[in-house]
């Protein structure tokens, strides 16, 4: 089965600085998907940013990047200029790409961001 | 884009009876919903997967005839809690798999707060 790691569970940055969020993976599949969501205090769920296995360019989103290490299993997220409106849970989650794989995300624990001013 | 709403937002309920919570895909046709629970900081735990016109999916550990899901159209499903009591008391959310996206992302709803008396 597929699991999600992430090893921080609090992290801070300070306004306009950058952070970069860790997470792992283990899986045996080679194809498959991997997403960032972020959960702000209002508890609604965002989908920050994506990214396809086959792919070896990293994903980019406005101030959100991935570093996508396949052969690592590691999947980090740096956001950049960080802002007030950062502050948030954010969760790493993993989605099978095999034909008649399982739909389910398998999430990490998440990480808790707070951007000080 | 791609929208998931949720009703009711809030929820209290006397301890024996049930109560109904409703997700839609505003703008796009869903055949797989998902329905997840979450507990206060922690991460969200998968409840059962959803087909339009089929039985749910349920994870193991999770009481069927407690928690009953209905997919009954391509942007509707329900979620009834039944003879609730107060350990039911969480934070409800559901998804949409959006199949026009390439990586079948999942969209969320708001989420449902459900308090039992």
């Known amino acids: 089965a597929q699991t999600v790691t992430q090893s921080q569970p609090e992290m801070s940055v300070q306004e306009a600085e950058t952070v970069t969020l860790s997470c792992t993976y283990d899986?045996?599949?080679?194809?498959?998907?991997l997403f960032w969501y972020k959960q702000p205090p209002s508890r609604q769920m965002i989908l920050v940013i994506r990214?396809?296995?086959?792919?070896?360019q990293n994903a980019t989103e406005n101030r959100f990047s991935v570093n996508f290490q396949k052969a690592a299993k590691s999947f980090s997220l740096k956001i950049s200029d960080s802002q007030l409106g950062d502050a948030a849970m954010y969760f790493c989650a993993y989605r099978s790409g095999s034909q008649g794989g399982s739909e389910k995300l398998v999430f990490g624990k998440g990480t808790k961001l707070t951007v000080n001013p | 884009g791609a929208v998931v709403s949720q009703h009711p937002s809030w929820v209290i309920c006397k301890s024996g009876t049930s109560v109904k919570i409703e997700c839609r895909s505003l703008d796009f046709q869903a055949t797989t919903m998902f329905w997840y629970r979450q507990f206060p900081k922690q991460s969200l735990m998968l409840m059962a997967t959803s087909n339009e016109g089929s039985k749910a999916t349920y994870e193991q550990g999770v009481e069927k005839d407690k928690f009953l899901i209905n997919h009954a159209s391509l942007t509707l499903s329900t979620l009834t809690v039944t003879s609730a009591h107060p350990e039911d008391s969480s934070f409800y959310i559901c998804s949409a798999s959006h199949p026009g996206r390439a990586t079948y992302e999942q969209y969320f709803g708001p989420g449902t707060r459900l308090t039992v008396t």
């Open positions: 990214q396809e296995a086959y792919k070896q």
């Open positions: 899986t045996s599949e080679s194809d498959y998907y």
